[in-house]
């Protein structure tokens, strides 16, 4: 392996597995691609020359325009339930140019989205449009600052042409990474419909992802274990920040533990378990409050693709299996309880933590409470605003709650320390995103974007300049909505 000119450093491994798992194919050409976001800092974790990956062979390379002898784009095969229905899915509107080790030693996908068609795009043009593209950009890399696993965001290319959706719209293509783009969906699609090459994909993921596993006599029970508990942990830190993921459909679970696939996510603003924001999900299915039974729900899913692999004996491999997936909600209730804990700046434990926690969410969901607000008022001790502070509720909850930090013994700075570090001071506030898409889709000004992007970066930094971001939206009589697949 040789670095070329951007400092890619690319391996193929994924092209190694059995060729049912992929397919070969060239993006489409598209007329002028030009970057209008970069992520230096990224680019420079992965051992990428920012300034020759900005230029215009830079930008030829992330739009798949040209395609170079160290590239090798696939598209991977996947299937998933959607909303509980099960269907053969894969890398429609993406491809994998390959596998960057960076100077650490790290593997990181690099995936191209928006690149046109593959033998997985069911009719789809295999395009991708520039508001969507510019919005994973901005919240995949605010998850990044909260310290969430997540994909993350390289660059933004536009293409120069347009395309079309309810009308025509400007063309854009994603280039992001993550540690791998394997997903529940293609262990389920391995068991379905390419049943020899299950073993090998597993074999792959534990050598990948959890190479610590490789010597444990019952190493697929073991891989289920450790995306369990991935799972378990990711999905706490959701909640934690009020991240509605939106689609949370098997094969948008990647098996790595990061977020992926940012279609109609978004952040709470009010409180409320029952938010939904995703245009297409009618029942509530991925609502803010169901997140964790979802994600139960997917694991057994990839559960029973393994079934094969984990016993001889059927009966055996379904009881194994069903023991893991048994510790998922303790293993969630431990996670969130002590993110929870933190962010109400306790650094101890104490049996009624539970209830404390649990009764200052139903009083925020009862008086409409800001999410991140809420507990940024709790940090700084601003009581001034909103009706939640004005109830003898209230009263009584910080009553408790007072009583209960005096317990922890901890001084009234470090708790204030420990807050400030759990509560972001800034979220990608749904309008905030909107305004500065607007400018980008309708006169590709992408200055609001850049610097939006500048303000998630540290989300825990509480600084002055980040107040005016913290404000919720203006009540409005509509409800905030998301589309996914544009
Ligand atoms: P998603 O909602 O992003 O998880 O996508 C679900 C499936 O639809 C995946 O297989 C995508 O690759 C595919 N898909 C979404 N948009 C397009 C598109 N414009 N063209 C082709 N395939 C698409
Ligand atoms: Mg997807």
């Known amino acids: 392996m040789e670095t070329n000119e951007f400092g890619f450093n690319f391996d193929h491994s994924y092209s190694r ?74 890398d429609g509107r993406a491809l994998l140019l390959g596998e960057q080790i960076a100077p650490s030693g790290q593997r990181w996908d690099l995936q191209l989205k928006g690149t046109g068609p593959t033998p997985y795009s069911r009719g789809g043009d295999g395009k991708a449009t520039m508001g969507p593209m510019l919005r994973e950009y901005i919240i995949s890399e605010a998850m990044h600052a909260l310290g969430i696993p997540t994909s993350r965001s390289l660059a933004v290319v536009a293409t120069g042409e347009l395309v079309p959706r309810e009308t025509l719209l400007p063309g854009a293509i994603l280039a992001r990474v993550a540690q791998s783009h394997i997903r529940v969906g293609t262990f389920q699609y391995a068991a379905a419909f390419a049943p020899d090459a299950l073993q090998k994909l597993a074999d792959y993921t534990l050598e990948r992802h959890y190479p610590q596993l490789r010597g444990e006599a019952d190493k697929y029970l073991a891989l289920l274990r450790e995306v369990i508990r991935a ?167 910080e009553e408790r709650w007072q009583e209960r930090l005096a317990r922890s013994g901890q001084s009234a700075a470090s708790v204030q320390e420990l807050m400030k570090r759990s509560n972001p001071a800034v979220i990608p506030r749904n309008h905030r995103v909107e305004e500065a898409l607007r400018p980008a889709v309708q006169k590709a000004d992408y200055g609001p974007v850049r610097t939006l992007v500048k303000v998630l970066q540290d989300p825990f930094a509480h600084s002055p300049e980040q107040r005016e971001y913290a404000t919720p939206p203006e009540p409005s009589g509509l409800p905030y909505r998301t589309f996914c697949g544009t």
């Open 231 to 397: 799972q378990a942990f990711l999905v706490s830190r959701w909640m934690l920040v009020g991240f509605v993921h939106g689609v949370m459909n098997t094969d948008n679970m990647a098996i790595s533990g990061e977020t992926i696939d940012y279609g109609p996510c978004a952040f709470l603003d009010t409180y409320d378990p029952a938010t939904v924001f995703s245009s297409i999900d009618h029942h509530g299915h991925y609502a803010y409050g169901r997140q964790p039974e979802i994600a139960a729900w997917n694991l057994a899913r990839f559960a029973e693709a393994l079934l094969p692999l984990l016993s001889q004996e059927e009966k055996e491999a379904a009881r194994a299996a069903e023991a893991e997936l048994a510790r998922f909600s303790d293993l969630y209730d431990s996670f969130y309880l002590e993110g929870m804990r933190r962010k109400l700046g306790l650094a101890d434990a104490e049996e009624g933590d539970r209830e404390l926690v649990q009764q200052l969410l139903d009083l925020m969901a009862k008086h409409q409470a800001d999410f991140t607000n809420t507990f940024l008022d709790l940090t700084f001790q601003a009581f001034s605003t909103g009706t939640l502070y004005q109830t003898d509720d209230f009263a009584r909850w």
């Open 17 to 90: 597995l059995p060729s049912s798992l992929y397919s070969l194919v060239q993006p489409a050409k598209v007329p002028r691609p030009e970057i209008v976001i970069f992520n230096e800092p990224l680019a420079e974790l992965l051992g990428l020359d920012p300034a020759a990956l900005s230029s215009a062979a830079g930008a030829a390379v992330l739009s798949g325009n040209r395609v170079p002898e160290w590239a090798l784009p696939l598209a991977q095969a996947y299937a998933g339930h959607q909303f509980g229905y099960f269907t053969m899915l894969g």
